[in-house]
């Protein structure tokens, strides 16, 4: 089975430009989960949807963030207009119902100059 | 505030040897424990977890003890070896509300196996 599919896997863009993250989760897995990694926050929790829709969005820090998931095989994460302080790595996960264990993608790095 | 922390950055061992990291946590109310390896470039991959009713798990060379009262836990890898070679991530498995769980997440240690 394939895993959890990001992409880009590397975008750089300009400040005030618009970034779109793609993710595709793993087929038959209901959670789907943003994070971004960062030296100075670690890992940490931005939104999870559970069938589709969004349940928790507290992690997201500030409305230039936005995150949609129009079907279960895909999800999108928007960053508009995009800032310096933005660059980070974003990783999506998926998971099926309640089981313990997240699987994560291979992580999309965003650099914004 | 931190949940989960992981208060080494960093970690050396010799090929061979024992390789321990060491997790603190906050929120007694965690009812999962996992670990997840992170290489370069990849995404973090499960290791192993613990339920917060359990003291110890073993899977292999990968052994998670938990104490509860100390709110403690560490991976323990032997022998270590020089694949073995990654960051470490502790995370705590907790109720979200709405009948879901999310995890909280350390900061990481890197863990260098030298041959």
Not at chain 2, 36 to 44: S, T, V
């Amino acid at each position: 089975d394939a895993g959890v599919i990001q992409s880009p896997r590397h975008e750089v863009t300009e400040m005030g430009q618009e970034v779109t993250l793609r993710c595709k989760p793993i087929s038959g897995h209901d959670y789907l989960f943003w994070y971004r990694q960062t030296m100075m926050r670690g890992l940490e929790l931005l939104i999870y949807f559970n069938n589709n829709v969004p349940i928790d969005d507290s992690g997201m820090p500030e409305d230039r963030f936005s995150a949609k998931m129009p079907n279960a095989s895909f999800s999108t994460l928007k960053i508009q207009p995009s800032e310096p302080r933005d660059s980070a790595v974003y990783f999506c996960a998926s998971r099926r119902g309640l089981a313990v264990e997240q699987f994560f993608g291979p992580g999309t790095r965003l650099t914004v100059l | 505030d931190q949940q989960v922390k992981q208060n080494s950055p960093s970690l050396s061992v010799q090929e061979g040897r024992i390789s321990i990291l060491n997790c603190d946590y906050t929120n007694s109310m965690f009812d999962y424990f996992l670990w997840y390896k992170k290489y370069p470039a990849e995404g973090p991959t499960f290791l192993i977890s613990i339920s917060s009713i359990k003291d110890k798990n073993e899977d292999g060379r990968f052994t998670v003890f938990l104490n509860k009262s100390a709110k403690h836990l560490s991976l323990h890898i032997v022998p270590s070896q020089p694949g073995d070679s990654a960051v470490y991530f502790c995370a705590a498995r907790g109720y979200s509300g709405a009948g879901s769980y999310q995890l909280t997440f350390g900061k990481g240690t890197k863990l260098s196996v030298i041959p």
